[in-house]
């Protein structure tokens, strides 16, 4: 296996780094720093807020694209360790920093009459951006593992964050995250967009105003794994040109590369991420939380009812299909199965129900479907007044909006850091149960099993040295 020239243990730590965050020089990052004011008409630079994007792949060059196309937002530098590839979730599709550079700089030139743009800085290093003090928000859209690393040490560099789903890859890492934002007064932002989404808002509020009489039990839906890795006998690639292996593992286990380790294939194994029950999980697990209005704290106990795992040793180690069950203090069951094609949530009472799924709302009995909220009902944020009916899309426009506005006035966003942490942490019960295969007491105040070191144990992950953000 060819080894690149930078290692694990010769990265600065995280204080030494930030010790020197404020010296880092203009030539770390290629491409120029300034961008032309006639790109952004009317907003004045200092009304701008100014972005750094970290990960420009599956999801992070959309995200980036929704940052830009607000016109108080300058997205200045861009990074990722992989410089340009294929392989992400749509497998041939080319993605990477200079993908990511190429249309950042093609969507700036066009709003700029001569056709000509050079603006965006870019970086294999996301310490560069962190530590640039001419950066209001860092975007951070990375495998999990990577997420509490980067979120602490932007906190504690005084940027505003907007983290993709799921928040954390351990209970651990969500507590160090809420830390760190609270201590230096951050917004933070989770990415799961379906909070904004004006349907999702509507079915919660049947629900919270009982509509459906008691509510009972929550079914949320996950999709089955939509990638298959390599089994038992897998051997060692050799890293490709322009792929900074040591700086992508980061905080994980060292492990030999291949190429379905990495980008989007990371989420089926657990060192970076927890499968799809972090993944669609994060997303339907959410909008559980939301009805049942359980977002800041969560379940009183959790069981693995069953989970099919590839054979051992392969290179992909979550689940292939699973089901776990939970129980909330008002007697709520919460049941989390696989189910194709996508993600759902459906809320079941003692009077009817109502679901969320593919974008829209199906209810028994049907009228629930066009009832008008009463006036003294209990409303939900709403993060656009206007968006009744969205386009597809529209909605993760609006989630990204609200962010910035709240970067604005200081308020909290509708996925703040506590809300992210909860609904992630019961991704991670999920997974603990299906692995420990029996049922187990959650002290959702203490954060922690009762009784059960062994499941204790498993809330956390040693980081490597260099990255430990204890």
């Known amino acids: ?28 990052i290629a491409g120029p720093v300034i961008v032309p004011r006639s790109v952004f008409g009317a907003n004045a630079p200092s009304n701008r807020i100014t972005v750094g994007v970290i990960g420009l792949g599956t999801r992070g060059i959309p995200d980036m694209q929704l940052f830009m196309q607000n016109d108080d937002v300058q997205v200045v530098a861009l990074c990722d360790v992989n410089r340009s590839s294929k392989g992400y979730r749509d497998e041939n599709a080319v993605m990477g920093l200079e993908p990511g550079l190429q249309a950042a700089n093609e969507y700036y ?83 799961s967009q379906w909070r904004s989404h004006a349907r999702v808002r509507f079915a919660c509020e049947l629900v919270r105003n009982g509509y459906i009489g008691e509510l009972q039990t929550i079914r949320a839906l996950i999709a089955l794994n939509n990638k298959q890795g390599p089994g038992p006998g897998w051997k060692p690639m050799p890293v490709p040109a322009g792929f900074d292996y040591p700086m992508w593992l980061g905080p994980a286990p060292d492990a030999p590369y291949h190429k ?21 999980g994060a997303h339907a697990l959410d909008i559980a939380q939301c009805g049942n209005g359980t977002s800041l704290t969560g379940p009183v106990e959790v069981e693995g009812i069953e989970a099919e795992w590839p054979p051992a040793g392969s290179l992909f180690n979550t689940a292939l299909r699973a089901e776990f069950r939970a129980r909330y203090a008002n007697g709520v069951e919460l049941i989390c199965a696989s189910e194709p094609p996508y993600f759902g949530t459906r809320f079941e009472g003692s009077e009817g129900w109502v679901e969320f799924s593919q974008g829209s709302v199906k209810t028994y009995p049907e009228s629930l479907a066009s009832v008008e909220l009463k006036a003294n009902d209990q409303r939900l944020p709403v993060v656009n007044p206007l968006r009744t009916v969205a386009k597809p899309g529209d909605f993760y426009a609006d989630h990204v909006r609200n962010f910035l506005d709240c970067v ?26 299906l692995q420990q295969e029996k049922r187990l007491d959650w002290d959702p105040v203490a954060e922690q099993f009762v009784n059960d070191d062994g499941a204790n144990r498993m809330l956390a992950r040693p980081r490597r040295s260099d990255w430990n953000s204890a």
């Open 1 to 28: 296996m060819r080894q690149t020239t930078t290692s694990i243990k010769s990265l600065p730590s995280r204080r030494s780094f930030l010790k020197s965050a404020a010296g880092v020089s203009a030539t770390a």
């Open 109 to 191: 030139a066009s709003r700029k009459r001569s056709g000509e743009f050079q603006g965006i800085a870019a970086t294999s290093d996301f310490r560069e951006i962190i530590g640039r003090d001419d950066i209001d928000v860092v975007a951070i859209v990375t495998p999990d593992h990577w997420h509490a690393a980067m979120t602490i040490m932007a906190a504690e560099a005084g940027k505003d964050i907007f983290c993709q789903k799921p928040l954390s890859l351990t209970v651990q890492d969500g507590k160090d995250m809420v830390a760190a934002v609270r201590k230096h007064q951050r917004i933070l932002q989770t990415g």
């Open 260 to 280: 379905d380790r990495c980008i989007y294939k990371f989420r089926f194994n657990l060192d970076y991420s927890g499968g799809q029950i972090t993944n669609f």
């Open 408 to 433: 604005k006035s200081r308020e909290e966003p509708i996925e703040p850091v506590e809300v992210g942490h909860r609904t992630a942490t019961i991704c991670h019960l999920g997974n603990i149960a």
